[in-house]
């Protein structure tokens, strides 16, 4: 079994930033790739970023130039760091983790909240 969860949400004001924090943790193989999602209420969940064991990073228009992806010292964490927030990126923010096989595994979110 795999457990994820994410950390670093909060209130914070329009060109304001936040940095979120994934960690995986279980009986872990291998990752292949970490996944940020985000879901705004009334709205579709929608990818903001993924990052693969190899190869590029993907990034959301509307994310881009804004947040970063990056994996942790510990190739079971992943980070989203997140600039220049505006009130549009207020959601729920969800990490995917994909494991060897093609498992994946969901946390259960952390709220972001940019007021204007």
């Known amino acids: 079994q795999v457990q994820v969860m994410e950390s670093g949400g909060g209130l914070v004001q329009a060109g304001g930033s936040l940095r979120l924090s994934c960690a995986a943790s279980?009986?872990?193989?291998?990752?292949?790739?970490i996944t940020w999602f985000r879901q705004a209420p009334g709205k579709k969940r929608e990818l903001v970023a993924n990052?693969?064991?190899?190869?590029?990073?993907t990034y959301a228009d509307s994310v881009k130039g804004r947040f970063t992806i990056s994996r942790g010292s510990n190739a079971n964490s992943a980070y989203l760091q997140m600039n220049n927030l505006v009130p549009e990126d207020t959601a729920g923010y969800y990490c995917?983790?994909?494991?060897?096989?093609?498992?994946?595994?969901w946390g259960q979110g952390t709220q972001v909240t940019v007021s204007s």
């Open positions: 995917n983790v994909a494991v060897r096989g093609g498992t994946q595994y």
């Open positions: 990052i693969p064991s190899f190869g590029d990073t």
């Open positions: 279980g009986h872990i193989i291998s990752i292949n790739t």
